[in-house]
């Protein structure tokens, strides 16, 4: 099992709608948990982080974290085209450990 | 301008023909990390240092050497490139997590699509 899953499957959705993205883990001891945001041809960029459980709001981007149920996620409201890119979700284990555990990344589109 | 710079942008070579991709940061971060990221496989770590003189396998350093010498650069090298290394590179950067900064962002760079035939 690897230890972040997250589906690849790319997601088209209308301008306005609200993206919902998600990842599962395996490993208890992660706790930093973070979302980047790739556009094409560039590399990814820290969009938002959380630490342990719970929620974390940004703007139009709301991160969740469950760490009971090792589940992340990312919903993006009132989405615009400008949102469209690919989206990985990244784990890291402890304070001072710079190593990330990233999940496959989900391709958003969003249609004007 | 904070940034990390990776050269070539684009490779293509031949099976092994031994290649040097550079990365550099301008931002005195500790740790840097070198990823490849493929279709249907995401982003996976490859080599990674935590400082000068400090390095250690990722998730996939068969066919990768890498050193860190000085702080800013850390090269990567396909001694025998084969076909199964092309892919897109890329370079990252983060602080050790000192001081008021959040640890884990990796300030990537803009990747390298290398091509082996």
């Known amino acids: 099992q690897k230890e972040v899953e997250q589906d690849p499957g790319p997601l088209s959705v209308p301008e306005g709608a609200i993206v919902s993205l998600n990842c599962t883990y395996s490993n208890s001891a992660f706790q930093y948990f973070m979302w980047y945001r790739q556009y094409s041809r560039k590399g990814p960029e820290l969009l938002m982080y959380?630490?342990?459980?719970g929620n974390k709001e940004d703007g139009r981007f709301t991160a969740q974290v469950d760490k009971s149920s090792k589940y992340i996620s990312l919903f993006i409201r009132d989405s615009q085209p400008s949102d469209s890119a690919t989206y990985l979700c990244a784990m890291s284990r402890a304070y001072g450990n710079n190593r990330l555990a990233f999940g496959k990344g989900n391709q958003v589109v969003v249609i004007p | 301008e904070a940034q990390v710079t990776q050269n070539p942008r684009y490779l293509i070579t031949v099976t092994g023909k031994k290649l040097t991709v550079t990365c550099s940061q301008n931002?005195?971060?500790?740790?840097m990390s070198w990823y490849r990221q493929d279709p249907g496989l995401g982003l996976r770590q490859i080599y990674y240092?935590?400082?000068?003189?400090?390095?250690d396998k990722g998730d996939v350093p068969e066919g990768y050497k890498v050193s860190r010498k000085e702080k800013r650069n850390f090269p990567l090298i396909l001694e025998s490139p084969s076909p199964n290394q092309t892919s897109l590179y890329f370079c990252?950067?983060?602080?050790?997590?000192?001081?008021?900064?959040?640890?884990?962002?990796?300030?990537f760079g803009p990747g390298t699509r290398l091509t082996v035939t």
């Open positions: 990252a950067s983060s602080s050790s997590g000192t001081g008021l900064s959040y640890p884990y962002e990796q300030y």
């Open positions: 931002m005195n971060h500790e740790y």
């Open positions: 240092s935590m400082n000068v003189e400090v390095t």
């Open positions: 959380t630490y342990s459980s």
